[in-house]
């Protein structure tokens, strides 16, 4: 069964970090590429930032370029997301996304969220 358990979230005021990290079980860690997704209330899912299997490629979404840094350990089947210079609007629900190849497809999977609130 597919786990992915985030963790790390919290309150933290403007300019605060905060560093999230999602634990990963029941695939292949190390060749899957992993990302991490935000919705804050009433809005769409917004794409944060992704990593490849073997952590060489990091990608980033406009809005957190410089701020935020994907990471990856496969030895613990961990992803990162270190949060820098956190601002009001980063106040979202933060999920951890695998995208797993099957041999036909591939699947996304969701772990649970965590909150992440930035007081002004």
């Known amino acids: 069964e597919v786990q992915l358990v985030e963790s790390g979230g919290g309150l933290v005021q403007t300019g605060g970090s905060l560093r999230l990290s999602c634990a990963a079980s029941g695939f292949t860690f190390r060749s899957t590429d992993m990302s991490w997704v935000r919705q804050a209330p009433g809005k769409g899912p917004e794409w944060v930032s992704g990593?490849?299997?073997?952590?060489?490629?990091?990608y980033y979404a406009d809005s957190v370029k410089g701020r935020f840094t994907i990471s990856r350990d496969n030895a613990k089947n961990t992803v990162y997301l270190q949060m820098n210079s956190l601002k009001p609007d980063d106040t979202s629900v933060y999920y951890c996304n695998a995208d797993i190849n099957y041999r036909d497809y591939v699947e996304t999977f969701w772990g649970q969220g965590t909150q992440v609130t930035v007081s002004s």
């Open positions: 990593i490849n299997n073997g952590g060489g490629g990091t």
